[in-house]
């Protein structure tokens, strides 16, 4: 879906004190998320952007 330059919101993660997140995996389609005392992982349906 092309959106020109418009934001969609297509779901929520809340999690407590984040401090950062990544997109990793062979397919970028996990989502790293580091918190004050913890590090999360979610399988996602989709890759993340690639890298440059």
């Not at 999690?15 to 999360?40: K, P, Q, Y």
């Amino acid at each position: 879906m092309r959106t020109r330059g418009l934001s969609i919101s297509i779901g929520e993660i809340i999690l407590a004190g984040t401090t950062n997140f990544v997109f990793g995996g062979s397919h970028r389609n996990i989502l790293f998320i580091e918190t004050d005392n913890a590090i999360w992982a979610a399988v996602l349906a989709t890759a993340g952007a690639e890298r440059p």
